[in-house]
């Protein structure tokens, strides 16, 4: 989704809503993004400089990293980022001919809020069946 700035006035701002589905994450698909990210905020610009503020939330399918159980989870964040024209390489999110593509900032906020290591529950005793791979026997 493109958002046309061009026009933006200092001290103004255009509000947005997105909506949109993510890829799995993961090479081992352990993240599953079964409903749509949804964010809303706004632009602003802030006496010549962009400013994109706004808050996301999904809910995300995980296999549990200890006993392998599915459950789900919703995870919300904030973002804030500051845009600049494409002439302009040093800051990290330019605009595309005047407009602010918000599929090239929320989705990788969103995997960036993945944890590494994602449990069911926070006293996960895991699966006795498993075994531990650098003695051979059973998890500790």
């Given at each position: 989704m493109k958002i046309d700035v061009r026009?933006?006035?200092?001290?103004k701002s255009v509000p947005f809503r997105y909506t949109s589905l993510l890829p799995p994450f993961d090479d081992f698909g352990r993240v599953l993004f079964p409903h749509p990210v949804e964010a809303e905020g706004s632009i602003t610009n802030r006496r010549g400089?962009?400013?994109l503020e706004g808050t996301w939330s999904v809910w995300?399918?995980?296999?549990?990293?200890?006993?392998?159980?599915?459950?789900s989870r919703k995870l919300s964040?904030?973002?804030?980022?500051i845009l600049n024209d494409e002439d302009d390489r040093t800051?990290?999110?330019?605009?595309?001919?005047?407009?602010?593509?918000?599929?090239?900032?929320?989705p990788p906020d969103v995997i960036l809020a993945?944890?590494?290591?994602?449990?069911?529950?926070d006293?996960?005793?895991g699966n006795p069946n498993w075994r531990c791979f650098d003695y051979g026997g059973p998890k500790e």
């Open positions: 026009a933006l006035q200092d001290g400089t962009l400013v995300a399918e995980f296999r549990c990293d200890r006993c392998d159980a599915p459950f964040g904030s973002v804030t980022s800051l990290p999110l330019p605009l595309d001919g005047g407009f602010c593509n918000l599929d090239a900032i929320i993945v944890e590494t290591k994602n449990l069911c529950t006293d996960c005793p």
